[in-house]
């Protein structure tokens, strides 16, 4: 079982920063490929980012590439998002997910585990 507990989020202008995180439990979490989800009102849930167990490959969707950055610190048994240039239509609440099977993927049916999600409000 692994438990993800996201944090960061929160209200900030265009143009600002933020840097989610998400804390995990469990033995095995430096095995898993782990990803970012945002799931804005009334929209289904989209993929942001991936990154491999090692960290030594990353994946993003086109909207967020070269605004986002995914990184994890397997000591920690974390993985973080940072997100600059925000906009308004970054707008969302934000889930990180592992991944126990495969590698890591855009789709969120290959996910096992998702946290309860981080919301982030970007104003214009």
């Known amino acids: 079982q692994v438990q993800l507990v996201e944090s960061g989020g929160g209200l900030v202008q265009a143009g600002g920063s933020l840097r989610l995180s998400c804390a995990a439990s469990g033995r095995t979490f430096s095995s898993y490929p782990m990803g970012w989800f945002r799931q804005a009102p009334g929209k289904e849930r989209e993929f942001v980012a991936a990154?491999?167990?090692?960290?030594?490959?990353?994946d993003y969707a086109d909207s967020v590439k070269g605004r986002f950055t995914i990184s994890r610190e397997n000591a920690k048994k974390t993985v973080y998002l940072r997100m600059n240039s925000l906009k308004p239509e970054d707008t969302a609440v934000y889930y990180c997910?592992?991944?126990?099977?495969?590698?890591?993927?855009?789709?969120?049916?290959?996910?096992?585990?998702w946290g309860q999600g981080t919301p982030v409000t970007v104003s214009s």
């Open positions: 990154i491999s167990w090692s960290g030594r490959s990353t």
């Open positions: 997910a592992a991944q126990v099977f495969g590698a890591a993927a855009t789709s969120p049916a290959s996910y096992d585990y």
